[in-house]
């Protein structure tokens, strides 16, 4: 069974910088597709930034420029840095792992921008 756990979340105020990371137990690790998904209370969860096993990245126009994703396959970790946040980057954020046509979660982690 795969594990995702995530840490890192917080409060922090508009502008500020926070880093989220997630530790995986999967043997696929190096191979997967890993993810950041966010969501915000009342809203449908979506996709914040994702890196491909061949470190290819993708991010969600929103975070563009402020986000960046990167992966450590040794230590079987993904790390979310976001910068300038904004309050409406408060949500919950959970890390998501692909492969073989298999999905998991891991069960998310606060994130909240407020003075």
């Known amino acids: 069974q795969v594990q995702l756990v995530e840490s890192g979340g917080g409060l922090v105020q508009p502008g500020g910088s926070l880093r989220l990371s997630c530790a995986a137990s999967?043997?696929?690790?190096?191979?997967?597709?890993m993810g950041w998904y966010r969501q915000a209370q009342g809203k449908q969860r979506e996709l914040v930034a994702t890196?491909?096993?061949?470190?290819?990245?993708n991010y969600a126009d929103s975070v563009k420029g402020r986000c960046s994703i990167s992966r450590e396959n040794a230590k079987k970790t993904v790390t979310l840095q976001m910068n300038n946040l904004k309050p409406e980057d408060t949500a919950v954020y959970y890390c998501?792992?692909?492969?073989?046509?298999?999905?998991?979660w891991g069960q998310g982690t606060q994130v909240t921008v407020s003075s």
């Open positions: 998501n792992l692909r492969v073989l046509k298999s999905e998991y």
């Open positions: 890196i491909t096993g061949g470190s290819s990245t």
């Open positions: 999967s043997s696929f690790f190096s191979i997967s597709t």
